[in-house]
């Protein structure tokens, strides 16, 4: 008796559905028992990669705070050589003015002494005034050079109209010694006196140039402030 050939083919079909499922049990078995043998490991690998990323989060984020801090400290201790700059300068230029004020207040006494028929010179002031001028002269070698200020003032300063302003303050400085220096000269020599008018004429060429010189002063300190407010 022969068999019905659609009824074969339906027994197949279902011994291989069967089939299927059993190869499905047995890759989720599969996959159990993997999960069960390996899940600590990769639990462990995964703490340790999560471990690893935060350290180096932490790594980073401690490298930037101390980029930070640096670039802090810096720029205050910047700001504070800046600050310290100014009193520098102002100290310097009120001790180099009162100075050479007072220098040339006795070569002028001196030369307005010496305009004199030799008669009438007092050779006692004469003598003191000179005493003096060398005594201050030596006081004021002993302190710090107002030129210095100017060049550290130039270097550290960034705005140009600080560092223009510096160049001709120091022009104008060196032509107000320059100045004292050849009347000093004069004052000295017996054979070339000043009349009394020439005199009077380099006292106020004199009290200009201090006047030029405590207007760039001025001008000077509130370009520094302004570059100390600044912001960044």
Same mark, same amino acid.
């Given at each position: 008796?022969?068999?019905?050939?659609?009824?074969?083919?339906?027994?197949?079909?279902?011994? @291989?559905?069967?089939?299927?499922?059993?190869?499905?049990?047995?890759?989720?078995?599969? *996959?159990?028992? %993997? %999960?069960?043998?390996?899940?600590?490991?990769?639990?462990?690998?995964?703490?340790?990669?999560?471990?690893?990323?935060?350290?180096?989060?932490?790594?980073?984020?401690?490298? @930037? =705070?101390?980029?930070?801090?640096? &670039?802090?400290?810096?720029?205050?201790?910047?700001?504070?050589?800046?600050?310290?700059?100014?009193?520098? %300068?102002?100290?310097? %230029?009120?001790?180099?003015?009162? &100075?050479?004020?007072?220098?040339?207040?006795?070569?002028?006494?001196?030369?307005?002494?010496?305009?004199?028929?030799?008669?009438?010179?007092?050779?006692?002031?004469?003598?003191?005034?000179? =005493?003096?001028?060398?005594?201050?002269?030596? *006081?004021?070698?002993?302190?710090?050079?107002?030129?210095?200020?100017?060049?550290?003032?130039?270097?550290?300063?960034?705005?140009?109209?600080?560092?223009?302003?510096?160049?001709?303050?120091?022009? !104008?400085?060196?032509?107000?010694?320059?100045?004292? *220096? !050849?009347?000093?000269?004069?004052?000295?020599?017996? $054979?070339?006196?000043?009349?009394?008018?020439?005199?009077?004429?380099? $006292?106020?060429?004199?009290?200009? @140039?201090?006047?030029?010189?405590?207007?760039?002063?001025?001008?000077?300190? @509130?370009?520094?402030?302004?570059?100390? &407010?600044?912001?960044?």
């Amino acid at each position: 008796m022969m068999q019905d050939p659609s009824h074969s083919l339906d027994e197949q079909k279902l011994a @291989i559905d069967r089939l299927r499922v059993e190869i499905e049990k047995d890759r989720l078995e599969l *996959d159990k028992q %993997f %999960f069960r043998k390996y899940a600590v490991s990769i639990v462990a690998f995964a703490v340790c990669v999560a471990f690893g990323i935060f350290g180096l989060f932490q790594v980073r984020v401690a490298s @930037i =705070n101390r980029s930070a801090e640096i &670039t802090l400290g810096h720029h205050r201790a910047t700001f504070q050589l800046k600050l310290d700059l100014i009193k520098e %300068f102002s100290t310097a %230029f009120h001790k180099a003015a009162h &100075t050479y004020h007072s220098l040339w207040l006795r070569i002028e006494w001196l030369n307005l002494e010496m305009a004199k028929a030799p008669p009438k010179r007092d050779q006692g002031k004469i003598k003191s005034w000179r =005493n003096e001028s060398q005594a201050l002269r030596a *006081d004021f070698l002993k302190a710090e050079p107002l030129e210095g200020a100017l060049f550290k003032i130039s270097a550290f300063y960034a705005l140009p109209e600080i560092k223009e302003l510096c160049s001709e303050f120091l022009e !104008e400085w060196n032509s107000f010694r320059q100045a004292y *220096d !050849e009347a000093v000269k004069k004052s000295y020599n017996d $054979q070339d006196q000043l009349s009394k008018g020439e005199v009077e004429a380099i $006292q106020k060429e004199r009290e200009k @140039i201090e006047a030029r010189l405590d207007s760039l002063r001025g001008r000077l300190i @509130i370009l520094m402030y302004k570059e100390l &407010t600044q912001p960044g």
